[in-house]
């Protein structure tokens, strides 16, 4: 039995375009790669995540991921976050993953222990835990066992296309509903809401400013 974190990541420089109005490029950047840096950190501090694995296109995100010691697998460029998950679905279950967690990398809010939490929740397969975004709309995180029982279907209404999808197949389902991890970074009032934040986010000062 091994459970695998997925972890897709777009240039770092271009994600997060929607805060243009809002963000410099360079500050965008820097969100990017910081929002990647604490994603590793946490997933690696939950002791039931047997691997990391970082898609990307970006050498840059490939390189950091490399030097906090996590497996990468480099994407076409332009390639959707479906395809790009079910690549490294691909390269997991070559080495024999039984099951995944799918995270996106732009949680600010993410600690480990909301990570334990979710898959706690897990109880026998075939199954799925998922948790929405604060709008219900996407799929914030996703835990899949035995791996390739969901097609991933990431993008507008993900949250209600996976439960539904879980559904027809006759997948087992729970929802986790989780304050830190229903919370993500998309629009300028997001944004707002994590500079207005309660949290201690040290490493997200330069945008408190």
């Known amino acids: 039995m091994s459970l695998w974190a997925i972890v897709p990541i777009k240039p770092l420089r271009r994600g997060k375009s929607r805060l243009a109005t809002v963000l410099s490029e360079k500050d965008r950047e820097q969100l990017n790669q910081t929002l990647l840096v604490k994603t590793i950190a946490c997933l690696k501090e939950v002791k039931e995540i ?34 790009a998950l079910r690549k490294g679905t691909l390269a997991a279950k070559a080495f024999n993953a ?47 066992n035995p791996v390739g029982i969901l097609d991933y279907d990431f993008g507008v209404w993900s949250f209600r296309k996976h439960i539904e999808q879980a559904e027809q197949k006759k997948i087992r389902i729970e929802i986790y509903n989780n304050d830190r991890l229903s919370f993500d970074l998309d629009i300028p009032e997001d944004l707002e809401f994590l500079r207005q934040s309660d949290y201690s986010l040290n490493e997200f000062d330069f945008i408190k400013k």
């Open 50 to 83: 047997d691997q990391i694995l970082i898609v990307s296109y970006d050498p840059g995100a490939l390189t950091i991921s490399r030097d906090y010691g996590v497996r990468t697998i480099q994407e076409s460029p332009n390639t959707n976050i479906n395809k």
């Open 98 to 144: 039984s099951s995944l967690l799918i995270i996106p990398a732009d949680l600010p809010f993410i600690e480990p222990e909301c990570v334990r939490e979710l898959l706690g929740k897990a109880k026998k397969p075939p199954e799925i835990v998922i948790t929405p975004d604060r709008r219900m709309n996407g799929t914030n995180a996703l835990f899949i």
